[in-house]
């Protein structure tokens, strides 16, 4: 059995504001929740009933695998069904999850990943596992490794392609604004490939964030991305242009990442000052928030979105 939950009193330093990396998903929500009573049997019908959309399956098993007594009640169900595919991948995602917060050695946690691909040799999640560990801790090779492992079973990996470009954001560090830097290769060459309806459409403006996120903790960029030139550049306007161009059209409203991409490209439009392209963009977000861009490169998240929600809405 695992430990009591820690006492209501510990962690109130953190920011007022939590963020729900389910996002939307309201299953997800629910079975999490269970998950953390020890009652794994919901998370074991939601997993079932993702079937092989892969997209949501990361997501799902991901999300799940963040609750902190997760390879507890993973492990729990693997003593009720041995052999079950859907707990021996939740407990290898739990564990990357352990390992990156120092709480497990990355060798045995490698090892449990490719464990679990071997037992579903199409499923990429065990290897979307593999290059959120390779991702922090790894070196090159072993990122790209991975992420090819993930792109040769699903080729448009949301998740994936996210990682591979926030790995790639980081190489040459020194490099400066260089729109010949790497990723924004790598970022055209995935939205190129991928089919029209594809949200990896938006992953240029990923990139250029990401690229942000690196210049500025470096002190190339400032630290207030509105105060950046890095949002006015010809090559800036023409991604964010064609990025939010192709949102308007798109009609995969189900996508279980799309509140990222959208977080993302809100936040590239209120820097860009395009206050009312951004308005349309919060609207849509609602109180889904992430993280991720509105923390780049050390700020606080919420209060980041708030400001320039209420900028881009006029109710500031």
Known sequence: MPPPPPPLGRGRRRAAHTFDEALDDAELVSARADLAQGRWQTARTLLAHTGKDWDRRGHRATVLAREPYCAAWAREWLLAEPGSVDATVLLALARVRRALLGKEKPGPVREACRDAARMVPADPTPW???LMLERSLGAEAEVERAFEAVR???ADHHHAHHLM?????ERRPDAGPDPLHEVYDFASWAAEQAPADS???ILPVIAHTERYRVLAATGQEPADPHASGHWSGRRARLVMKAAFD???EWEQEGHPRRLTDLNFLAHAKSCEGRGAEAAALF???GEHVTPAPWSYPDRDPYPAFRAARASALGTD
């Open 128 to 130: 979307l596992g593999l």
């Open 246 to 248: 192709w949102w308007l």
């Open 165 to 169: 470009v926030a790995r790639l954001a």
């Open 152 to 154: 040769g079973r699903y």
């Open 283 to 285: 609207l849509r977000i």
């Open 199 to 201: 949200p990896l459409a």
